[in-house]
């Protein structure tokens, strides 16, 4: 049986486990610092909400880069030396896997909209707007947002619509693309595999 399916996982979300440094937020040296007291509890593996690097529009669940670190939160050596401190103990480490969107401010997401031409366009999920019988501008459906509102955000660079089906911060990114495929599974997936994590939560995985 796999160990997941029985193991006991305890969840972190940084910002309010322990703050190490005393700017009041808490940090990745302050979950190291209390990792003895989570291995007492009987714990199998931690469960780290998003510790990358993010703009902070819903709790770090807006990615700007998968491979970097909030830099309140620390460094990328930080979560290497959580990593290897996990092991020691016999515990492992689970990352939250957030790969329906990505921050609007990601560089993918950044080339995707400076251009109709450019070649990660397709990597997010564009549209025409439709108008009505007056000229108005409306959005491709009537599509609502899990935040609220319509899915749809007006890029007036580039006149057209991209998705968000969370706040319009966080663009969804295209699956059926091959190519940003790809670049998921090497920038979010592989990165923090090779470091050693154990596995990851899938964020939304229902989308």
Not at 137 to 163: A, H, I, K, M
Request: overall charge negative; charged content about 25%.
């Amino acid at each position: 049986m796999s160990w997941w399916k029985n193991a006991t996982v305890y969840q972190i979300y940084p910002a309010s486990f322990k703050d190490s440094n005393g700017d009041g937020i808490g940090d990745i040296p302050g979950i190291h610092a209390q990792l003895d007291y989570i291995e007492s509890l009987g714990v199998d593996a931690i469960w780290l909400c998003p510790m990358y690097d993010s703009p902070q529009h819903d709790m770090g669940y807006d990615i700007s880069n998968y491979e970097a670190v909030y830099p309140p939160y620390g460094t990328v050596k930080d979560v290497e030396a959580l990593i290897e401190a996990c092991h020691e103990r016999g515990m492992r480490i689970l990352l939250d896997l957030v790969i329906n969107h990505t921050s609007h401010e990601h560089a993918w997401f950044k080339e995707s909209r400076s251009s109709k031409n450019n070649h990660k366009r397709d990597w997010y999920i564009w549209r025409p707007a439709k108008y009505d019988a007056d000229g108005t501008r409306q959005p491709p459906n009537n599509w609502r947002s899990c935040f609220g509102g319509s899915v749809w955000e007006w890029d007036e660079e580039t006149q057209e619509y991209y998705l968000h089906l969370f706040a319009p911060q966080q663009p969804d990114l295209n699956w059926e693309n091959p190519a940003t495929r790809a670049a998921i599974y090497e920038s979010a997936m592989e990165f923090w595999l090779r470091k050693g994590i154990d596995g990851f939560r899938v964020d939304t995985v229902n989308m």
